[in-house]
């Protein structure tokens, strides 16, 4: 069964730093493309992040040199360092696995509020 596990969401203040991970299983991880999308209640998921195979990386505009997606490849687990976060970085951010069908985890929430 596939699952893609979020964690390391929670409460920061603006300028604070989270690492979120996403343990990946019943998957060929080190064959997929991997995205990090984060979503605010009400309003459309949007991409963050994502990470090749190979460790190529691509970012978002307003996440760019404050963000970093990483993947272990050994440990089938994609992470994201979030550094000088902001309260419009507040979302429920999602792992995404992408295959046929894609693979979505749960959700981790992220708020940043002083």
């Known amino acids: 069964q596939v699952q893609l596990v979020e964690s390391g969401g929670g409460l920061v203040q603006p300028g604070g730093s989270l690492r979120l991970s996403c343990a990946a299983s019943g998957i060929a991880f080190n064959y997929l493309f991997m995205r990090w999308y984060r979503q605010v209640a009400g309003k459309q998921r949007e991409f963050v992040a994502s990470i090749t195979t190979a460790g190529t990386t691509n970012y978002a505009d307003s996440v760019k040199g404050r963000f970093t997606i990483s993947r272990d490849n050994a440990k089938n687990t994609l992470d994201l360092q979030m550094n000088n976060l902001k309260p419009d970085d507040t979302a429920v951010y999602y792992c995404?696995?992408?295959?046929?069908?894609?693979?979505w985890g749960q959700g981790t929430q992220v708020t940043v509020s002083s």
């Open positions: 995404n696995a992408v295959s046929h069908p894609n693979y």
